[in-house]
């Protein structure tokens, strides 16, 4: 019996089942939120070179397994998928062709039938190495352009801190510790890929990307916000305005926010009923605005909901509050809480991955289309920001 044939006939069967199983593994979490060709990829090209291989009449097709595999592993690092996630997909992709299979091969003899497990299993082998190393490679390229940005971004704010000492003084703080851990892992990382032939702990080497890139990733938030607040500041924002639909603009919003929700058991309670149809804003500076508030929600609440309503208030006024049931601000601190760098005195309401900069942004933006913002809070109970905007900006 030819097992290629079988294999090649059946490739769109083993794919729909791989694709169900690693959407049912609750290990393989970052394929949550992909589409069905999202996850499939490169597989179909894995499984044509096992074909190739399988095939008596042709040579072993190493090159297309490369191919196939390499271009699955950076893609997997460009999703966001772990190095153990990316093994769990390749053990239910064994699995799935050997359950697939598994009637055809006992037609055929044990010799036929040691050669082709033998096979699959070698493919999948060089499938699963071909893939890490290409996902390693992805890693390795990130790093490194993230580090030369992040030196460049250090030295300039190096030159800032020198010439602005008062006013910079907290600023420094809050780049010292994440600037210090980039560098620090960076330069061990890199060394130790330059010095090596041989990577024995693939595992170890991931952790200290991953640890570099969250580091990484949160002072590029926090130099994003500190550029956007001085833009703000220097005048050298304007609005945008355009008719937009305020109940499709939030929707965006929590399709963006909803895992975060979910992966703390929020529920996001949604009233627009009553929201204005149409509005004359700019819907950029709307959408970061409503983005900031909801997301702080999640951010500082453990337990309890997050309940989002929006109203029209007369023939020229909406509004929109966020309310959670999260860690609360005290009333001292209620009227700093929209000042750049402030932190609240609570020692639990610091949470990490933070700049401390989002309600100053958010502040801003509600002046720019000539809103208002408030905020009702209490300590342990939650908070309550409510903004009022005019129908149409004046312009």
């Not at 006992?106 to 190495?129: F, K, N, S």
């Not at 000492?165 to 990382?189: T, V």
Request: overall charge negative; charged content about 20%; proline content about 3%.
């Amino acid at each position: 019996m030819d097992f290629s044939q079988v294999l090649a006939e059946k490739t769109e069967s083993i794919l729909q089942k791989w694709v169900i199983e690693v959407r049912k593994d609750q290990l393989i979490e970052s394929a949550d939120d992909l589409s069905y060709t999202a996850i499939k990829n490169h597989l179909p090209d894995v499984i044509k070179a096992m074909v190739t291989v399988l095939s008596k009449s042709q040579g072993n097709d190493v090159k297309s397994i490369v191919v196939a595999s390499w271009q699955h592993g950076v893609l997997r690092a460009e999703q966001g998928f772990d190095p153990s996630e990316i093994a769990r997909e390749y053990h239910l992709l064994r699995r799935v062709i050997f359950e697939t299979l598994e009637t055809n091969l006992l037609q055929g003899t044990p010799t036929a039938i040691v050669r082709a497990m033998r096979l699959i299993d070698t493919v999948i082998d060089e499938a699963i190495a071909r893939c890490f190393n290409s996902y390693f490679e992805e890693r390795l390229r990130e790093l490194q352009q993230l580090y030369n940005s992040l030196m460049l971004h250090n030295e300039e704010l190096n030159r800032l801190v020198n010439a602005n000492q008062d006013y910079l003084a907290q600023l420094a703080h809050e780049f010292k510790s994440p600037l210090a851990s980039i560098i620090g892992y960076s330069d061990l990382f890199l060394r130790q890929q330059r010095q090596q032939t041989r990577v024995n702990n693939n595992q170890v080497n991931v952790e200290h990307i991953e640890r570099v890139l969250r580091n990484g990733r949160h002072l590029l938030r926090l130099i994003n916000d500190i550029l956007e607040i001085s833009r703000y500041d220097a005048g050298k924002v304007q609005p945008e305005p355009e008719l937009i639909n305020v109940s499709e603009l939030i929707n965006n919003v929590l399709e963006i926010l909803e895992p975060l929700a979910r992966e703390k058991q929020l529920p996001i309670v949604v009233n627009c009923q009553t929201a204005p149809q149409q509005i004359f804003t700019d819907p950029v500076k709307l959408q970061q605005i409503i983005t900031n508030l909801i997301s702080n929600a999640i951010r500082y609440t453990e337990s309890g909901s997050i309940d989002i309503s929006c109203e029209v208030l007369d023939d020229q006024k909406w509004a929109i509050a966020v309310k959670d049931t999260g860690i609360g601000i005290a009333p001292e601190n209620q009227t700093q809480i929209f000042e750049p760098y402030f932190r609240v005195g609570c020692q639990n309401s610091y949470v990490h991955g933070s700049t401390g900069l989002g309600l100053a942004i958010v502040a801003r933006l509600v002046k720019l289309l000539q809103g208002e913002i408030n905020l009702v809070s209490e300590i342990g109970v939650g908070s309550t920001f409510s903004v009022t905007f005019p129908l149409q900006l004046k312009m």
